[in-house]
């Protein structure tokens, strides 16, 4: 089962068949969770919610979920079950634990990791093809929840129908997005960046998707980068002009080209890019907050 769902992705080389692996992992992960309460606890986000559900074109690590209330003692072990299980019943060994951490913070996290061989995993015609080589390398995915989110998003029921069909609760894209402009203004990285968050500014941006403004004040607030008012949309556009300045683009394409098929959508990426991109920055506004 899992060779024909690698095919389907027509890999072209080592790593697509790896990026592959993973998603498929994570979407295994997904259904062992759903047979259980977890999505009466959590909801998914992040980008390989973006990627699963929502269609984003570029691949993504981690699967990242929120508590729908806030709940200091929530911890990922009781799921390790359902979702060994999960993997048991398609003919995959994997293992699970959880972080060990000296002190305790509001993020549980997990690791799961494949201990099938990848010649187990793989079809004999794939590996024939130019590019693609047999490989040690073990697949590791990080499983982490926020155990006290900032609140005020929104989310749904999603369908996915690998390795059976069941749904998934997820943050809207409005909410997704406040999330993800959150990391692109506020992550803590210094001089390092994330080129993800740059391409999936521009994902939103195009897709006409607007910015869940209240969600994200209260991101803002949660994390301290925000100590005002509601933010206005005029707010955000200042933030992100003063990042625009500050941000070394070369750096930003250098990290989001592992992640992408075609880097050649990479070469328009300036200052001036992002700047008149965001003139066409749609906000959802709520006027009950």
């Known amino acids: ?7 389907e992705y027509d890999p072209k080389n080592t790593d697509d068949v790896l990026s592959a692996l993973r998603e498929i992992m994570q979407e295994v992960t997904l259904a062992g969770l759903s047979r259980t309460d977890f999505f009466d606890k959590a909801a998914f986000y992040g980008g390989t919610a973006l990627r699963i559900f929502y269609g984003l074109d570029r691949f993504s690590e981690d699967l ?28 995959m060994k994997v293992s699970i634990r959880e972080k060990e951490k000296k002190e305790k913070t509001n993020i549980d996290s997990a690791f799961l990791k494949s201990e099938t061989e990848w010649r187990e995993l793989i079809l004999e015609d794939i590996v024939k093809q130019a590019g693609i080589k047999s490989t040690n390398r073990s697949m590791k995915i990080k499983i982490e929840v926020d155990r006290k989110p900032p609140l005020g998003f929104t ?4 369908l996915l129908t690998r390795p059976f069909s069941f749904y998934v609760k997820c943050f809207d894209r409005p909410s997704l997005f406040a999330g993800k402009m959150h990391a692109l203004l506020f992550r ?7 080129g993800r968050d740059w391409y999936d500014l521009e994902w939103y941006i195009k897709k006409g998707i607007p910015l ?3 969600h994200f004040t ?3 607030k949660d994390t301290g980068d925000w100590t005002k008012e509601e933010l206005a949309p005029n707010d955000v556009l200042g933030l992100l002009k003063e990042k ?8 930003v394409k250098e990290d989001i080209i592992p992640f992408i098929k075609d880097d050649k ?7 001036q890019y992002f700047s008149d991109l965001t003139e066409k920055l749609k906000f959802h506004i709520n006027s009950t907050s």
């Open 1 to 7: 089962m899992i060779k024909e769902w690698i095919g």
């Open 64 to 91: 990242d979920f929120s508590l729908l209330k806030a709940d200091p003692e929530f911890s990922l072990e009781p799921y390790f079950d359902a979702i060994l299980n999960e993997f048991e019943s398609i003919g």
């Open 155 to 158: 989310t749904e029921m999603k």
């Open 188 to 194: 803590k990285w210094k001089s390092r960046v994330k």
């Open 212 to 214: 869940d403004l209240h």
């Open 218 to 220: 209260l991101r803002a």
């Open 244 to 251: 625009f300045k500050e941000v070394s683009f070369k750096n």
């Open 265 to 271: 959508v990479l070469e328009i990426w300036s200052e």
